[in-house]
């Protein structure tokens, strides 16, 4: 497709399981990002990747969380024993990268209800 | 030095009215200012972007305004409609590949 693609759209887990949230971002764009955006507040960001470069994992809650880029394309973002405050929607973006236009294309999102 | 404040956290205007949302920050390297507009249930979307060699942009009825020396930089949105109705990020980024700093978000409501 044209755009980032997030899978699921949405997704409830029980409390203490380990869910896979996966982004498929724009091809040819080698930055991407994740954030999350709890229930009317802002994106926080989580974590953040550019090409081969390590990734920027300063957003990164916690060790229960953590994100892969495969082959520079597809990325997943893993939280291994939910817990109930990491109910949020998921944010995928991806952009151009280090170039002269940094517009960030978001996906819809995962929404991910622990209960 | 990476945080961008926004304000206010939630705004209501009558239709035609025109709101102002004001953003600053403080790392003085950012050089690039978009906005992104979010409706409910979407991943949010570039509206409008300026860099610090302007002080001013406008496309349509959306304008940003830029105050590089006190660090600020706003939105308005002239003639505003119902179908503006939305929540509205400021961010920040220095163009060579840093991340998109995101300001919390401000929710809109025009009414009719």
């Known amino acids: 497709g044209a755009g980032v693609s997030q899978s699921p759209s949405n997704k409830v887990t029980e409390k203490g399981k380990d869910v896979e949230l996966r982004c498929d971002p724009i091809?040819?764009?080698?930055?991407l990002y994740w954030y999350r955006q709890s229930l009317g507040q802002g994106l926080e960001f989580l974590i953040y990747?550019?090409?081969?470069?390590?990734?920027?994992k300063s957003g990164l809650p916690s060790d229960r969380f953590s994100a892969e880029r495969t082959g520079g394309s597809v990325s997943t973002l893993t939280i291994q024993r939910t817990q109930q405050e990491d109910s949020a929607v998921y944010l995928c973006?991806?952009?151009?990268?280090?170039?002269?236009?940094?517009?960030?294309?978001f996906g819809q999102g995962t929404r991910l209800t622990v209960v | 030095q990476q945080q961008v404040k926004q304000s206010p956290q939630s705004l209501i205007v009558q239709k035609g009215g025109i709101p102002i949302i004001n953003c600053a920050y403080e790392?003085?390297?950012?050089?690039?200012f978009p906005w992104y507009q979010q409706f409910p249930g979407k991943g949010p979307a570039l509206l409008i972007a300026?860099?610090?060699?302007?002080s001013e942009k406008k496309e349509g009825r959306f304008t940003i305004s830029f105050n590089k020396s006190a660090k600020q930089f706003s939105l308005h949105i002239m003639d505003s409609q119902p179908g503006d109705s939305a929540t509205y990020f400021c961010?920040?980024?220095?163009?060579?590949?840093?991340?998109?700093?995101f300001g919390a978000g401000t929710i809109l409501r025009v009414k009719s």
């Open positions: 973006a991806s952009s151009l990268g280090p170039s002269r236009n940094t517009e960030a294309f």
């Open positions: 091809s040819g764009h080698t930055a």
């Open positions: 990747f550019q090409g081969n470069s390590a990734p920027d």
């Open positions: 790392n003085t390297a950012f050089d690039y």
């Open positions: 300026i860099r610090p060699d302007v």
């Open positions: 961010a920040a980024s220095i163009l060579g590949g840093n991340k998109l700093v």
